[in-house]
């Protein structure tokens, strides 16, 4: 929770304006799937995709990744720390139209 706290909501501000209506999609995971996650949605008033378990070839996120990677294809990683911050720099760059297809 802790993780969608400081990151799903930083993110959903900047992707989607405040009209727009957007779901949120995980897998069937436990640790996403528990009462404490599902009350957590339910607060904050984020609808939630049903998701079988065991499909990542269907999740979008995929070409989201691909996205990136393509974008970071020529850059030298050296650190943790450098790849961490070049994937938080490019994921600010995605344009809203990538988000939205």
């Known amino acids: 929770m802790e993780t969608l706290e400081n ?7 900047i992707f989607f304006d405040h ?3 957007w779901i949120f999609q995980q897998d069937g995971s436990s640790s996403h799937t528990a ?12 609808p939630v995709q049903p ?4 499909s990542p ?6 070409n989201l990744w691909s996205y990136i990677d393509h974008k970071m294809v020529n850059t ?4 943790v720390e ?6 938080f720099d490019e994921w600010l760059k995605v344009p809203s139209d990538i988000v939205k297809t």
């Open 19 to 21: 009209s727009q209506d």
């Open 35 to 46: 009462h404490s996650v599902r009350n957590w949605f339910q607060e904050k008033q984020i």
């Open 7 to 13: 990151h799903l909501l930083p993110s959903a501000e």
């Open 76 to 79: 030298k990683i050296t650190s």
């Open 51 to 54: 998701w079988c378990p065991r």
């Open 82 to 87: 450098y790849l961490k911050s070049v994937l």
């Open 57 to 62: 070839d269907l999740n979008p996120i995929e």
